[in-house]
């Protein structure tokens, strides 16, 4: 119980701390959701800057993850 605590109020500071992406948890496991609108004009470079902004910030926030 003391871990799930933890996990909740590092899952809080995280996603204070990031504006695009948010982690969640869900059956024990934490996964990060992230939503792109595609509308009329869709342009593969912006898509790749945005999986490119993702992957980092999951690569951040990893850590502080395995720490606990």
């Known amino acids: 119980m ?3 605590k ?3 109020k590092l899952l809080n500071e ?3 701390q990031l504006r695009f992406i948010k982690f969640m948890e869900k059956n024990g496991r934490v996964f990060a ?3 792109y609108s595609i ?3 869709y342009d593969p ?3 790749l800057s945005h999986i490119a902004m ?3 910030s999951v690569e951040s926030a990893y850590p ?3 720490n606990l």
Do not use: H
Request: hydrophobic residues 35%.
């Open 14 to 16: 995280v996603n204070t």
């Open 54 to 56: 993702l992957l980092k």
């Open 45 to 47: 470079e912006i898509t």
């Open 64 to 66: 502080k993850f395995m």
């Open 39 to 41: 509308e009329f004009n």
């Open 2 to 4: 003391r871990k799930t």
């Open 6 to 8: 933890e996990l909740y």
């Open 33 to 35: 959701q992230y939503s």
